[in-house]
């Protein structure tokens, strides 16, 4: 393999990895503020992030859903407490009450 060779695949990870994780500033800002990276049901919350799930607004029965679809099994409890703590004041995520229900979207 040439070095021509090694630049487009690594090219083609880069695009890949966009795709898949969002841009490579937005990955590194998420695992900055999480030093522990995707562990536990907060990395659970931030990985759903980091894909992009809280582009449009989401509530808590979507999220749970899609949280278990990744892998990750937490009590109702737990996930509503990684929720308020990212949605606080300096949290990724913004909370929105509407009709008596909770929203949580990507803080932008």
Same mark, same amino acid.
Request: glycine share 8%; charged share 35%; aromatic share 8%.
């Given at each position: 393999?040439?070095?021509?060779?090694?630049?487009?695949?690594?090219?083609?990870?880069e695009r890949?990895?966009?795709? $898949? #994780? !969002?841009?490579?500033?937005?990955?590194?800002?998420?695992?900055?503020?999480?030093? @522990? %990276? #995707?562990?536990? $049901?907060?990395? %659970?919350?931030?990985?759903?992030?980091?894909? %992009? #799930?809280?582009?449009?607004? @989401?509530? #808590?029965?979507?999220?749970?859903?899609? =949280?278990t679809k990744n892998g990750?099994?937490?009590? =109702?409890?737990?996930?509503?407490?990684?929720?308020?703590? =990212?949605? %606080? /004041?300096? !949290? /990724? =995520? $913004?909370?929105?009450?509407?009709?008596?229900?909770?929203?949580?979207?990507?803080?932008?």
């Open positions: 393999m040439n070095e021509k060779n090694i630049k487009q695949i690594l090219d083609r990870l890949l990895e966009s795709a $898949v #994780f !969002g841009n490579k500033n937005q990955r590194i800002k998420l695992l900055k503020k999480g030093a @522990r %990276g #995707f562990k536990g $049901v907060t990395g %659970g919350i931030r990985l759903l992030i980091s894909r %992009g #799930f809280f582009t449009k607004k @989401r509530i #808590f029965k979507e999220i749970k859903e899609e =949280l990750y099994y937490s009590s =109702l409890q737990a996930i509503q407490t990684a929720l308020n703590k =990212l949605s %606080g /004041p300096k !949290g /990724p =995520l $913004v909370k929105i009450k509407e009709r008596d229900k909770n929203y949580y979207a990507e803080r932008k």
